[in-house]
């Protein structure tokens, strides 16, 4: 470990730049088994090639401390993406470094003096903390046109359920459903990471005037009608990019969450139902976890409401406007993981530490409610001819849902 003194304060901000290589999203501190100490930075981000890079540490007494950067994961490249999702990781071997708050930030560099880069990766530290017995959600990315009454539909269904942590990153998205965004911000329940827009590899001219040094004019000039037919090529959803960019997010989460008892990867038309609408958090704590004590995590059915069927309820909420699905089913189905047993997600997967497995719920007690149109991939080409159910558990909750659902339209100012 090499060690540069500096006369005068170090105070690197996140840096706004782009190498060809590399490019950091969030640099997060690594707990030891029993969280007395912090052994290790984690730094997710985008990369391409094989250069070696160099963690900078930089600490509250002014010094700035090398060590060797190790890339610890590396998505596949199926696909053959730009730039894959990778992670990077600087071991804290002094003693000093592993207690909580003396690292502040962390630079990744190919040189060996940082100040000699021109486009130094700089991140600040976030240190999570233990949060026992507690629920998180990974809801990746916020992009796109949004409605912002099925968002705040969507935000208030998983805080009436026990949710006590969600995160979401905020790429360019319509400005009523930002506005959803910050008002769940403030409350408290959602973490809103910006990421790069545009993204890595994207000319930023190209991307529907988004200005890097601005990320505010994203949200700020975009109605949701003046959004919706922007093209993929922005947001990269659907191509093997696109794919990486998703990994960035849930890499970002899991490093994040890493304090959490459990966390869900789903999506904001994706609600984790219990038959009798319990407490989900209380459910997975008291009832599933008993059951399963090696668990790594819980793999969810999938219960499909397809708009394409018309509306079979009533009122002004999808989970009562549409009563009919498919029955639930092994596809696309979702993960509730627990983090300190898990090694690795991806959106549909998880992998187990060892000593741990993964655990399918397949008798249908708890699955994932899905609202959506039918997937334009060929297993649902009949789809409007599957055999419908109805399910009409969601109206017990209708009353105190739509109370809430209101209550916050009407402090947003949304119509």
Known sequence: MESIN?????????KICRRDDLYTFSAVAKPSADWTKYTSIVITSW???????????YSTNKNIEMVKATLSRKRSNHGRPKHCACQYTCNLDNEYHQIKGYLTQVGLSPLKDIKEDSCPQINKYIYPTRQSGKMAICSKMAYGSQEPIKLIEWFEYNRL????????????????????????????LLDMDIFPSPLPGIDIKKNANCKIKDRTSCFKEFSQEELKDLPWRHFRRSSP??????????????????????VANVDFDEFIVQSNLRNIKEYFNDTILPKYQNAAGFTLNHSYFLANWGISGD????MTQ??????PRYVNYKNVYIPSRTASTTTHELTPKSGFRRIYLKKHHIVVHHYR???????????MNFTRYEDKKMLKIRKVMEERALNVKRELGIT
């Open 6 to 14: 500096f006369t005068e304060r170090v105070t690197p901000g996140v």
């Open 47 to 57: 990369c391409t090639g094989s250069t070696q890079f160099n963690c900078f540490l």
């Open 161 to 188: 359920m026990g949710v006590d942590r969600i995160i979401t990153m905020v790429q360019l998205i319509n400005r009523d459903a930002y506005k959803v965004l910050k008002y769940y911000n403030k409350t408290g």
């Open 241 to 262: 990019q696109g794919e990486h960019d998703q990994m960035v997010a849930l890499d970002h989460c899991q490093e994040k969450l890493q304090g959490y008892a459990f």
């Open 315 to 318: 009122g002004f909420l999808q």
């Open 322 to 327: 549409y009563t009919q699905r498919v029955d």
């Open 373 to 383: 149109t039918c997937p334009p991939v060929a297993y649902w080409k009949n789809c």
